[in-house]
């Protein structure tokens, strides 16, 4: 079991941090660890926490250092001649929730280079502050506070020890974005028994302090998930168990067994810088106690007017007008229907029809099924679909030969549909540079250009579908970006809040939403969604954008590419790889196989191999790709394509 819990840090020393961290083992029923004590002959905080709590010697582990001088940790060490090792300190082996007490504060230093916030960064837990109160605690706690958060540390909130001021308090709530947790006025005596009164009396979420449920609620978590739940693309009676995720920091994923597992697929898609990123998950949590929801007719709110300013100001010229929904199929049904009222609302009530490419996969709702009727997905739904016409996508790769004349067919195809179907063609649709569901199959901006030359020729509307290519994926913000195109529509999804809630959006141009005015109801776009624009979700949108700006994303999408450069690269020559390929952050390549068993057989042994190694990854059939969150550091980067020789060097 990997070590949880929290970390107990102050806002200054002497402030009963440990009579805190006391009641917390008590009503939390958690261990307690301390890894540098220093002053250590006048104070045992492990022996005080331990008789106070009833702890036994298994729930206590000694700490790392102990130092004589009740100093700082480095100016103690120095009188003993030491320096602290802070790769020593390490979180004891424990399948309890660990309460892990600092020493002093935030910015105390623990040796020559190295303050304890940053072993508390190490150290990886959510912190809980505790603040004195009385004068000066909103500034040391607000100090604090964005001290920790810089760090990127996350707080599960706050607790006021001492004399009790409810202005302090809303104070700090407030400016501080963060909850006080608990009060715990100045005890008359501390002793076991008023330490056990408290604690009784107290009532603590351990899913808001550990961030997860404590293990006793954890161990039935996969039984109640199979006794209830559906997953989805899934075979249950044949599945392994599902996996138990109960945290998930950057790239990595942690499973309730301690196991973890590198995030090579960004959570199907959709995570962008990583998961929990604290700004974006401050950004969530101050809205939602700010405004969570609202109906959307008759109403606006500042997250949802932000967020369409700052994607519309992205996105090419004209792309002006913006229309909320909350997932990728939806997004792209909204766009069906705007095309279609478009030139109902135009009076050319003759083009009904919709054009798409072969392969491509555009949601699971039934018009995005229908568009994408040709990736092989929906047998059996054939007769709920309606008609569209599929046109040949010119899939390429590395050195590919065929590409100019695949392009030129295709092309010639989509010129003879319109003469064969004049003014009856609404739209084409299209996952622009990269047809992800059915396997990275990309195509070269070169396409998207002469696709968009014979769409205004033939005047029909464009729609590309970037419900996966958004937000980075294809090395500029959005493929449009990277092939200098401009649809007439668009649709936005998965990396829109940076993988964190369900939102998403049609973005169209300003001409097509102007024929929708008029004096009568019946040219408006009769369609919504009970969350649609929720602010919650428009404030993880505007949070991600902000990211992407301060962390260079862009910047890090290149790095990323290089590497998949030289690793592609070096697999090119191996006898059972063949097409490989590479558009921003996305790497792919396929493994030569005989037949659709030989396939299925090899995709489950892959998969099994990478999650044994620690890394998620989930071929498509014989095809291996690689889209990881932007935030996945050059090492574990390398790590994963490691991974990957050593499954090829075992075919
Ligand atoms: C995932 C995806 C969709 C569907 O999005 P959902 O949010 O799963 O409904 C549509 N189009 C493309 C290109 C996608 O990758």
């Given at each position: 079991?990997?070590?949880?819990?929290?970390?107990?840090?102050?806002?200054?020393?002497?402030?009963?941090?440990?009579?805190?961290?006391?009641?917390?083992?008590?009503?939390?029923?958690?261990?307690?660890?301390?890894?540098?004590?220093?002053?250590?002959?006048?104070?045992?905080?492990?022996?005080?926490?331990?008789?106070?709590?009833?702890?036994?010697?298994?729930?206590?582990?000694?700490?790392?250092?102990?130092?004589?001088?009740?100093?700082?940790?480095?100016?103690?060490?120095?009188?003993?001649?030491?320096?602290?090792?802070?790769?020593?300190?390490?979180?004891?082996?424990?399948?309890?929730?660990?309460?892990?007490?600092?020493?002093?504060?935030?910015?105390?230093?623990?040796?020559?280079?190295?303050?304890?916030?940053?072993?508390?960064?190490?150290?990886?837990?959510?912190?809980?502050?505790?603040?004195?109160?009385?004068?000066?605690?909103?500034?040391?706690?607000?100090?604090?506070?964005?001290?920790?958060?810089?760090?990127?540390?996350?707080?599960?909130?706050?607790?006021?020890?001492?004399?009790?001021?409810?202005?302090?308090?809303?104070?700090?709530?407030?400016?501080?974005?963060?909850?006080?947790?608990?009060?715990?006025?100045?005890?008359?005596?501390?002793?076991?028994?008023?330490?056990?009164?408290?604690?009784?009396?107290?009532?603590?979420?351990?899913?808001?302090?550990?961030?997860?449920?404590?293990?006793?609620?954890?161990?039935?978590?996969?039984?109640?998930?199979?006794?209830?739940?559906?997953?989805?693309?899934?075979?249950?009676?044949?599945?392994?168990?599902?996996?138990?995720?109960?945290?998930?920091?950057?790239?990595?994923?942690?499973?309730?067994?301690?196991?973890?597992?590198?995030?090579?697929?960004?959570?199907?898609?959709?995570?962008?810088?990583?998961?929990?990123?604290?700004?974006?998950?401050?950004?969530?949590?101050?809205?939602?106690?700010?405004?969570?929801?609202?109906?959307?007719?008759?109403?606006?709110?500042?997250?949802?007017?932000?967020?369409?300013?700052?994607?519309?100001?992205?996105?090419?010229?004209?792309?002006?007008?913006?229309?909320?929904?909350?997932?990728?199929?939806?997004?792209?049904?909204?766009?069906?229907?705007?095309?279609?009222?478009?030139?109902?609302?135009?009076?050319?009530?003759?083009?009904?029809?919709?054009?798409?490419?072969?392969?491509?996969?555009?949601?699971?709702?039934?018009?995005?099924?229908?568009?994408?009727?040709?990736?092989?997905?929906?047998?059996?739904?054939?007769?709920?679909?309606?008609?569209?016409?599929?046109?040949?996508?010119?899939?390429?790769?590395?050195?590919?030969?065929?590409?100019?004349?695949?392009?030129?067919?295709?092309?010639?195809?989509?010129?003879?549909?319109?003469?064969?179907?004049?003014?009856?063609?609404?739209?084409?649709?299209?996952?622009?540079l990269i047809q992800g569901a059915s396997g990275m199959r990309m195509c070269r901006p070169e396409f998207l250009r002469r696709l968009e030359k014979a769409a205004s020729d033939c005047n029909t509307l464009v729609i590309y579908d970037e419900v996966m290519t958004g937000f980075g994926r294809t090395g500029d913000l959005f493929a449009c970006r990277v092939a200098g195109t401009t649809p007439?529509?668009?649709?936005?999804?998965?990396?829109?809040?940076?993988?964190?809630?369900?939102?998403?959006?049609?973005?169209?141009?300003?001409?097509?939403?102007?024929?929708?005015?008029?004096?009568?109801?019946?040219?408006?776009?009769?369609?919504?969604?009970?969350?649609?624009?929720?602010?919650?979700?428009?404030?993880?949108?505007?949070?991600?954008?902000?990211?992407?700006?301060?962390?260079?994303?862009?910047?890090?999408?290149?790095?990323?590419?290089?590497?998949?450069?030289?690793?592609?690269?070096?697999?090119?020559?191996?006898?059972?790889?063949?097409?490989?390929?590479?558009?921003?952050?996305?790497?792919?390549?396929?493994?030569?196989?005989?037949?659709?068993?030989?396939?299925?057989?090899?995709?489950?042994?892959?998969?099994?191999?990478?999650?044994?190694?620690?890394?998620?990854?989930?071929?498509?059939?014989?095809?291996?790709?690689?889209?990881?969150?932007?935030?996945?550091?050059?090492?574990?980067?390398?790590?994963?394509?490691?991974?990957?020789?050593?499954?090829?060097?075992?075919?």
């Amino acid at each position: 079991m990997n070590p949880y819990g929290v970390f107990v840090t102050g806002t200054d020393t002497e402030i009963g941090k440990t009579i805190v961290s006391a009641i917390l083992v008590k009503a939390l029923g958690a261990a307690y660890f301390k890894p540098i004590q220093t002053g250590c002959h006048i104070d045992d905080d492990t022996a005080t926490v331990s008789r106070l709590a009833g702890l036994s010697p298994s729930e206590t582990f000694p700490p790392c250092y102990s130092l004589i001088e009740p100093l700082s940790p480095q100016a103690s060490a120095a009188c003993e001649n030491t320096v602290v090792d802070p790769a020593r300190i390490v979180l004891p082996q424990t399948d309890r929730p660990l309460i892990v007490e600092g020493a002093g504060g935030v910015f105390v230093p623990v040796n020559d280079g190295v303050l304890y916030v940053d072993v508390m960064a190490q150290l990886d837990l959510p912190v809980i502050l505790v603040a004195r109160s009385g004068l000066g605690t909103i500034n040391h706690t607000l100090l604090s506070l964005e001290a920790l958060r810089s760090r990127g540390l996350h707080v599960a909130g706050v607790i006021m020890s001492g004399e009790l001021n409810p202005g302090n308090r809303q104070a700090i709530e407030e400016f501080g974005r963060v909850r006080v947790l608990l009060e715990v006025p100045k005890l008359d005596t501390v002793t076991p028994e008023t330490i056990a009164t408290f604690a009784a009396g107290i009532n603590l979420d351990p899913q808001i302090i550990f961030g997860q449920p404590t293990t006793i609620a954890q161990d039935n978590i996969v039984d109640l998930d199979k006794k209830h739940v559906w997953h989805p693309f899934t075979q249950a009676q044949t599945a392994p168990n599902p996996i138990n995720i109960v945290r998930a920091s950057g790239a990595t994923l942690y499973t309730d067994t301690g196991k973890t597992l590198i995030d090579c697929i960004s959570s199907w898609w959709v995570t962008t810088h990583g998961h929990a990123h604290p700004d974006v998950s401050a950004a969530i949590a101050a809205q939602a106690e700010t405004l969570e929801q609202v109906i959307f007719a008759d109403f606006t709110h500042p997250p949802a007017a932000r967020l369409a300013q700052a994607v519309t100001s992205l996105l090419p010229g004209g792309l002006d007008r913006l229309f909320y929904s909350d997932n990728g199929s939806t997004a792209v049904e909204i766009a069906l229907k705007m095309a279609h009222q478009y030139w109902r609302n135009t009076g050319d009530t003759q083009r009904v029809r919709f054009a798409a490419f072969q392969g491509g996969y555009h949601g699971d709702t039934v018009g995005a099924m229908s568009v994408g009727l040709s990736c092989g997905f929906y047998r059996g739904f054939e007769n709920l679909t309606f008609h569209v016409d599929f046109l040949p996508y010119p899939a390429t790769w590395d050195d590919d030969k065929a590409i100019e004349s695949k392009e030129n067919q295709a092309i010639e195809a989509i010129y003879a549909y319109m003469e064969q179907y004049a003014g009856q063609v609404a739209g084409i649709i299209i996952e622009p540079l990269i047809q992800g569901a059915s396997g990275m199959r990309m195509c070269r901006p070169e396409f998207l250009r002469r696709l968009e030359k014979a769409a205004s020729d033939c005047n029909t509307l464009v729609i590309y579908d970037e419900v996966m290519t958004g937000f980075g994926r294809t090395g500029d913000l959005f493929a449009c970006r990277v092939a200098g195109t401009t649809p007439d529509l668009i649709c936005l999804s998965k990396g829109l809040s940076a993988g964190f809630l369900p939102l998403a959006a049609t973005v169209c141009r300003s001409s097509l939403y102007e024929a929708f005015l008029g004096d009568t109801f019946d040219r408006a776009f009769a369609h919504g969604h009970s969350f649609t624009a929720n602010p919650i979700g428009c404030a993880a949108g505007l949070a991600s954008l902000r990211v992407m700006e301060k962390e260079n994303t862009l910047g890090r999408i290149a790095e990323i590419n290089a590497i998949h450069r030289t690793r592609l690269d070096a697999i090119q020559s191996h006898p059972l790889v063949e097409k490989t390929r590479l558009r921003g952050s996305i790497a792919a390549f396929e493994i030569k196989t005989h037949d659709a068993a030989a396939t299925a057989k090899l995709n489950a042994s892959l998969k099994k191999f990478f999650m044994d190694e620690g890394f998620f990854l989930r071929p498509l059939g014989n095809i291996v790709y690689l889209m990881p969150p932007y935030c996945l550091s050059h090492e574990d980067l390398h790590g994963t394509w490691n991974v990957i020789e050593r499954a090829l060097e075992r075919l």
